[in-house]
Structure formats: structure tokens, C-alpha cells
């Protein structure tokens, strides 16, 4: 009974807290109350760190784009990495050419002009094709994981750290405009009380 009392004290507690706070940015918005500004460095900082997010989402994505030019693979790849399993291989273009013509040359024989040089041509697709995977992966891992550490990490970071900054804020322009408002009913009472006394002489 009594820890329920206690949760119940600190939700009742939380919530006006919260309340307050909706209070204080709903005046702020409204123009009714004061806000305090934070220092014009710590802004500057904040609205490079958003510049920065903006940017790196950008280059992310495009560079995905360069990288798998196909949107529905980049879909499965998503959907693959989202589950934490390792997507299927996929012969890229220069692969699949290299053993069409590997095929072709087969067929044709190597001891054609035509089948040999099919065959040496095939060989030469596949290689391109794999230093194409290397380089894919190669960047996806030295070029990408960076950009995603800097999202998934440090500005999750930031965020974090900027709306905890915000909600002390605005609990101290709420207390700044509650003492304001006790000091002007304070004042009101005084020049109340002196009204009376002086009607009472």
C-alpha cells in the first residue's frame, strides 16, 4: 500500500511537471511569457550538429543509390539487416555478363576464335564483377559504418542531451514566471492592505 502511494505521488508529481512545462512553451509560443535564450555558442553548436545530420542522412542515401542502383534490392537489403541476417549473394551485372558469355563460350568451344575469345572476355567480366563487390564492400564498411556511427551514436546523443536541456529550461522560465506572478499578487495585497488602512483612517 505504501509503494503505491509513492508512485502515485511521483506520477501526480511528474505530471505537473509536465503540465508546467506545456504551460511555459505554450506562452512562449503565444508571445505571454518570457523565454531564457540559450548561449550563442551552445546554438551555434546545436544548429551545426542538425546541418550535420541533414547532410549525412543526404550523402548516405545517395551513396547508397550509387552503390545499389536498384531499388528493390537495397529494399531486401534493408529488410535483411533490420532481421540481423546476412542477405543472399547476388550476382551484379558484370557477373551475370561474364557467365553468359563463359556459357556462350562453352557452347562454341574453345578451340573457335569466336568461343576463345568469349571465354577470355567472360573471364575478364567476372573479375571486374568481384572487384565491383569489393569495392561495395569496401565502402558500405570504411565509408557508411562511420556515417551511421555518427547517427546511430552521437546525434541520438545530442537529441537526447538537447531535449533534457530544454525540458530545465523551460522548468525554470516556469518557476522564473511563478515567483514573478507571487511577487505581483504580493504586491497587489500590500497595495489592497494599504487601501483598507488608509479608508479605515
Avoid at 7 to 24: E, H, I
Avoid at 37 to 56: F, I, P, Q, R
Avoid at 82 to 95: G, H
Avoid at 112 to 139: D, H, P, V, W
Wanted: proline share 2%.
Amino acid at each position: 500500500m505504501n509503494i503505491m502511494d509513492f508512485n502515485v505521488k511521483k506520477f501526480a508529481a511528474d505530471a505537473g511537471t509536465f503540465l508546467s512545462r506545456a504551460v511555459q512553451f505554450t506562452e512562449e509560443k503565444l508571445g505571454q511569457a518570457e523565454k531564457t535564450e540559450l548561449d550563442a555558442h551552445l546554438e551555434n553548436l546545436l544548429s551545426k550538429a542538425e546541418c550535420t545530420k541533414h547532410w549525412t542522412e543526404k550523402i548516405m542515401k545517395q551513396t547508397e543509390v550509387v552503390l545499389q542502383p536498384n531499388p528493390n534490392a537495397r529494399m531486401e537489403d534493408l529488410v535483411y539487416e533490420k532481421l540481423d541476417r546476412k542477405a543472399p549473394s547476388r550476382l551484379n551485372n558484370y557477373e551475370v555478363l561474364g557467365q553468359s558469355m563463359l556459357d556462350a563460350g562453352s557452347e562454341f568451344g574453345p578451340g573457335t576464335a569466336y568461343g576463345n575469345a568469349l571465354i577470355k572476355c567472360g573471364e575478364t567480366q567476372k573479375r571486374i564483377g568481384g572487384a565491383e563487390q569489393e569495392f561495395m564492400q569496401t565502402s558500405a564498411l570504411n565509408f557508411l559504418t562511420p556515417f551511421r556511427n555518427f547517427l546511430e551514436g552521437d546525434y541520438k546523443t545530442i537529441s537526447k542531451e538537447r531535449k533534457l536541456l530544454q525540458n530545465k529550461r523551460l522548468d525554470l522560465d516556469a518557476a522564473k514566471t511563478k515567483l514573478k506572478k507571487a511577487r505581483a499578487a504580493e504586491a497587489r495585497a500590500a497595495v489592497s492592505n494599504a487601501r483598507v488602512r488608509q479608508m479605515q483612517i
